[in-house]
């Protein structure tokens, strides 16, 4: 499971990454550059909601060690 979230962060990286180099940064609010940033934000949400997944699930590890 938490190699998985892993994956899913790297691949959501590399989406954030790719959509930055669409964006044309002169007018970044119209066109394909809007697209961009609403994907830009959908992977920055996926990376943070792995994030507390992976901490979720180490906090439980760590309840049932008690």
């Known amino acids: 499971m938490i190699k998985s979230t892993y994956i899913i ?13 669409i964006i044309d940064w002169g007018n970044p609010f119209s066109g394909d ?3 961009a940033l609403i ?13 507390i997944l992976r901490t979720s699930k180490k906090i439980q590890k760590l309840s049932k060690k008690d």
């Open 39 to 51: 994907a830009i934000m959908c992977g920055l949400c996926c990376i943070l909601v792995m994030t």
């Open 9 to 21: 962060s790297i691949i959501a990286f590399l989406i954030v990454i790719y959509n930055c180099t």
């Open 33 to 35: 550059s809007i697209v």
